[in-house]
């Protein structure tokens, strides 16, 4: 599996011909573009930085073959084409081409009390890779790689690093770190890198950049 990182949290993922756009967000300056090479797009909740609601629906204007993945809150968004929009929740597989997906979690991370949550669901690739949106939720099965959400008015790194050691990943790639200056970069590495408290090697993906899985 090749992941290839965009800005924020926006991964996509490419096997044996399938590719899987997971959170295009209005932080993705290119979120048209990349939607236009996917196959199938995964959002995990409402938020613009992970959903680009413009753009997706363009692309499906374009493409009546694309399909949107993603909780029930988010019908509306794309209600011009209520065919090309399937909801989903905790404990739903998908067979996405050459791709299994589960999905897991339900609820976003408080921010703070007085700030409603909403949906939140994380997907699971191939029983390996899993993006959890914008939640710290651990899925009930074994995975080798945590796309890792380091910054945000939801997070901290001490609940990042208690993480990390809940879920027992092989390897930790830095997602939503767009609010991290330089410095902030760095503790990032230096907390939840393999040398800090979480102990398990922490990638960072410049922009446009891919890793191999």
């Known amino acids: 599996m090749q992941l290839i990182k965009h800005e924020h949290a926006c991964v996509v993922a490419k096997k044996d011909g399938t590719s899987i756009v997971i959170d295009p967000g209005t932080f993705s300056s290119s979120a048209g573009e990349i939607i236009a090479g996917a196959d199938v797009i995964l959002v995990t909740h409402e ?18 073959d694309l399909i ?11 209600a011009a084409h209520p065919g090309q929009f399937t909801a989903v929740a905790a404990g739903d597989e998908l067979e996405l081409g050459t791709f299994s997906v589960t999905v897991h979690g339900s609820e976003h991370a408080v921010i703070h009390p007085s700030i409603p949550t909403c949906a939140n669901v994380g997907f699971l690739l191939d029983g ?79 922009v446009g950049q891919s890793l191999t899985i």
């Open 68 to 78: 949107v993945y993603a909780p029930e809150r988010l019908r509306g968004l794309f």
């Open 128 to 206: 390996a890779v899993y993006h959890p949106g914008d939640a710290y939720y651990v899925p009930p099965a074994s995975v080798t790689t945590l796309l890792l959400p380091t910054s945000g008015p939801w997070m901290k790194f001490g609940e990042a690093i208690d993480y990390v050691r809940a879920v027992q990943p092989q390897l930790t790639v830095q997602i939503h770190e767009v609010l991290l200056s330089e410095i902030g970069q760095m503790a990032a590495g230096s907390l939840l890198g393999e040398k800090g408290p979480a102990a398990v090697p922490l990638t960072t993906i410049t």
């Open 47 to 64: 938020h613009a930085d992970h959903v680009n609601e413009a753009a997706i629906n363009a692309a499906l204007a374009d493409r009546a």
